[in-house]
C-alpha cells in the first residue's frame, strides 16, 4: 500500500507539474505584443506570434483603421477590399475599410463616405481624419494598450476636432477584444454633428459574415449618391444579426440595444463578432446602423434617420469642449455566446 501510495502521490506531482506547465503555455499563447512599423504607417498587434489586427494610418483611406481583424482561430472577420481583395466579396463602398470611427456630417461635411473613389471636383465636400502621433505603447500579460492622436481636417486643412484614441487589446483563451475609448476636442470654432445616418463606430465584415441575398440593393449616402451593392454567391454566407432586445436579422437596423451579436461561421470556424455600448456615451443605448451586407455600426447620433422620425440628436461641441466615447468588440472563435453571456459582459464593460 505504501509502494501504491507513493505511486499516486508522483504521479500528483507530475500532474501538478504538466498543468503548470500549460497554464504558463497558455500565457505565452496570450501574451500581447505591439510592434511599431513606422515605415509601413501601421502598428501590429501580436497574441504569441499571431497577427490579432493593426493600426493602420496610410493617406490612401482617408482615416486610421484597424486592418485587418483576425479571430483566434487564424480567419479574417473584416473584408478584404478595398486594401487585399479576396475572391467572391463585394467591392462596394471602398470607404468600408475594417474597423473606422467617424460620422457623416461634421460642419457639413462628410468625413464618413470620404475615400479615393471621390472625383477630385467633389472634395470640397469631404473631411479627412490624420494620424497625428502614437502617444503610449504599453504591453502588459494578455492585454496591451495604444494610444494615438488624429486631427479631423477640413478640405483646405483646417483642423475641426482633435481626436485621442486609446485602444486596449486583450485576450482570454479562444476571446479576443478591442477596447476603444475616443476623446473628441473641438479647435477654434463650434463644432456641429447634425443627425445623420451614417456613422459612427464600424466594422465591415468578411463575405461569411453577410447575411445571405438573393437581390441587388441600392444605398443612398448622405451626399444622395447612390452605391448599388449586387447580389452574389450566397454558397457559406452565413451571418445573422441578434441584439441585446431580440431583435435579429435586417429587423435590427434602426433599433436601440446595449449590445449587437453578429453570428457565423467561416471555413466551418463559429465566429461571433460583438460590439457593446457603454452607458456613459451620448444617445445610450445606441442606434444600430446594421446591415445585411457587412456593414455593423453603432450610431448614437443619427436618431432622428435610423428612428424614422421619432428621436432626434443634433450634437454640437463648442470651441475647447470635448466628448468621450466608449465601445468594446468582442471576437469569439468557437462558439455563439448566448444573451446570459453577452449581458454579463456588457454589465463588466459599464463598470
Known amino acids: 500500500m505504501l509502494w501504491i501510495k507513493k505511486i499516486n502521490w508522483g504521479t500528483a506531482i507530475l500532474l501538478s507539474l504538466f498543468w503548470g506547465t500549460q497554464g504558463t503555455l497558455q500565457a505565452q499563447t496570450d501574451q500581447i505584443k505591439l510592434l511599431q512599423k513606422d515605415a509601413e504607417k501601421k502598428v501590429e498587434v501580436l497574441i504569441g506570434d499571431q497577427l490579432f489586427t493593426s493600426y493602420y494610418y496610410p493617406e490612401s483611406i482617408a482615416k486610421p483603421v484597424l486592418y485587418p481583424i483576425i479571430s483566434s482561430g487564424g480567419k479574417e472577420i473584416t473584408r478584404g477590399f478595398p486594401i487585399a481583395p479576396r475572391p467572391g466579396e463585394r467591392v462596394d463602398h471602398p470607404h468600408h475599410v475594417g474597423h473606422w470611427m467617424n460620422y457623416g456630417d461634421v460642419n457639413g461635411l462628410d468625413f464618413w463616405n470620404n475615400s479615393d473613389a471621390i472625383p477630385a471636383d467633389k472634395k470640397e465636400r469631404y473631411g479627412t481624419i ?32 482633435k481626436e485621442k484614441t486609446r485602444f486596449v487589446f486583450f485576450s482570454e483563451g479562444k476571446k479576443r477584444g478591442i477596447t ?127 428612428s424614422g422620425g421619432k428621436d432626434l440628436l443634433d450634437f454640437k461641441l463648442s470651441p475647447g469642449e470635448s466628448v468621450t466615447f466608449r465601445y468594446r468588440i468582442l471576437l469569439y472563435s468557437g462558439e455563439h455566446p448566448d444573451d446570459k453571456k453577452l449581458n454579463s459582459e456588457a454589465k463588466s464593460f459599464a463598470k
Open 130 to 161: 490624420r494620424h497625428t502621433g502614437i502617444s503610449e505603447i504599453k504591453e502588459n500579460k494578455n492585454s496591451a494598450e495604444l494610444v494615438v492622436t488624429m486631427d479631423w481636417l477640413t478640405p483646405d486643412g483646417k483642423v475641426l476636432l
Open 180 to 306: 476603444r475609448i475616443t476623446t473628441l476636442t473641438a479647435q477654434g470654432e463650434p463644432v456641429f454633428m447634425k443627425d445623420n445616418k451614417e456613422g459612427v463606430f464600424a466594422i465591415r465584415v468578411a463575405r461569411e459574415l453577410e447575411h445571405p441575398s438573393d437581390k441587388p440593393e441600392l444605398f443612398t449616402d448622405a451626399n444622395g449618391n447612390p452605391t448599388t451593392v449586387p447580389s452574389l454567391n450566397n454558397e457559406g454566407v452565413t451571418g445573422k444579426y441578434r441584439s441585446s432586445t431580440g431583435k435579429e436579422g435586417d429587423e435590427v437596423w434602426g433599433t436601440r440595444g446595449e449590445w449587437v451579436t453578429l453570428n457565423g461561421e467561416i471555413e466551418q470556424e463559429k465566429v461571433s463578432v460583438v460590439i457593446l455600448d457603454h452607458p456613459d456615451n451620448p444617445g445610450y443605448p445606441t442606434y444600430w446602423h446594421a446591415r445585411g451586407y457587412g456593414l455593423f455600426s453603432a450610431n448614437p447620433l443619427g436618431q432622428k434617420e435610423l
